[in-house]
């Protein structure tokens, strides 16, 4: 196996790969194989070949990427030799628009999120900040990826890179969807506050929570899914940061048989987007400062219409000579401006805490 995977690199028969750590689990697992852009999405081919999907907030202004597997790995030893043979395909690109969001561009973007609040237009929207990191050699990307996993256990972590989307890292703990062809899972996630005892759940982070949670159940509805388990809200940690967490699980069968459509309508999720979804996105779009890309996306491995997708939160895109990082937080008609970004710089601590340490 590892000739193929050493022939594969130096003959130059591979673009792209991915690194990947599941939550909870203890084993790296490499995909090394060729890029396709998704023009339209996950599709049924798609879902029925074996890779890695990457996925952006909106295909309408970014296409997602495929990565079909030619060599994989479910327990790939980082080696030295390892790290030396994957290096070169550990290519950055050169920053071009995006740009750091300093606190007053942040001020200005809350006070129109927040008057779309008061006016009724959206119950709750997602601001996100985009923040300049440190450069991060190629030959470093594997340490700082081993690093985050190390870090934070609970998380789905990755380390991507792609002609199509860049090199890109994360650490997030929040499941979008997962269906191993006899059991389907997702999850509700919202409300954040400091990950120490001092901090407890006030009504802000409840009922941001319960909109998410209500949010899922009524997509679970729509696609007539019977027989659900639900579990939560629950507190789950996520590096300097807690979530609440509402588990769903229920089989493939109790779904009205369009799998992807159930994916697409809970993609993008409240915890990204907001609601009403349609009009909470609009205002993202009109808002922002940056394009997200493949921040508040999704990702996740294929395998034979088997697959566990994780949304793209706490995450970096990787150029040639800085990163940019991408934090957001959902505002509420109760949200202030100063604990919002104060929120932001805290999550962003989950990276930039391992990244001073490489």
């Excluded at 009724?120 to 050699?137: A, C, N, Q, Y």
């Excluded at 970096?316 to 800085?322: F, G, M, P, R, T």
Aim: glycine content about 8%; overall charge negative; some cysteine.
């Amino acid at each position: 196996m590892r000739r193929e995977l050493e022939h594969l690199i130096q003959s130059k028969q591979a673009n792209s790969l991915v690194l990947y750590r599941m939550p909870y689990g203890k084993d790296y697992k490499l995909i090394v194989g060729n890029s396709e852009e998704l023009t339209f999405g996950v599709d049924e081919h798609v879902a029925g070949c074996n890779g890695f999907v990457f996925e952006p907030f909106d295909n309408e202004q970014v296409k997602g990427v495929f990565i079909s597997e030619v060599y994989g790995d479910e327990n790939i030893q980082l080696t030295d030799d390892v790290r030396v043979l994957l290096s070169p395909l550990f290519l950055t690109q050169e920053m071009n628009t995006d740009v750091d969001c300093n606190y007053e561009a942040y001020k200005a973007q809350f006070e129109l999120m927040h008057n779309a609040i008061a006016d009724e237009s959206v119950d709750k929207v997602i601001l996100s900040r985009t923040m300049i990191g440190p450069h991060i050699e190629g030959c470093r990307v594997i340490e700082f990826f081993e690093n985050l996993a190390n870090k934070y256990p609970h998380a789905f972590v990755y380390a991507i890179n792609t002609p199509e989307s860049g090199m890109w890292i994360g650490a997030g703990p929040e499941l979008l969807l997962k269906n191993d062809r006899v059991k389907m899972s997702t999850v509700s996630l919202a409300g954040t506050l400091p990950n120490d005892s001092k901090h407890t759940w006030g009504n802000k982070e409840l009922d941001e929570q319960q909109l998410v949670t209500e949010y899922v159940e009524d997509v679970l509805l729509k696609h007539r899914v019977a027989g659900i388990q639900e579990v939560g809200p629950e507190t789950i940690p996520a590096g300097q940061v807690k979530h609440l967490c509402t588990t769903f699980n229920f089989k493939s069968e109790e779904v009205n048989g369009n799998h992807l459509g159930l994916l697409y309508d809970l993609h993008p999720t409240p915890a990204v987007c907001g609601m009403p979804k349609e009009k909470a996105h609009q205002l993202i779009v009109e808002t922002e400062g940056h394009e997200r890309a493949f921040y508040s996306g999704f990702l996740g491995p294929v395998k034979e219409r088997r697959y566990e997708f994780y949304v793209n939160i706490r995450c970096l895109k990787v150029y040639d000579n800085s990163s940019v990082l991408y934090v957001g937080g959902g505002l509420t008609k109760d949200s202030e401006v100063k604990k919002e970004w104060e929120e932001t710089e805290l999550k962003a601590l989950t990276l930039l805490s391992v990244l001073r340490n490489i």
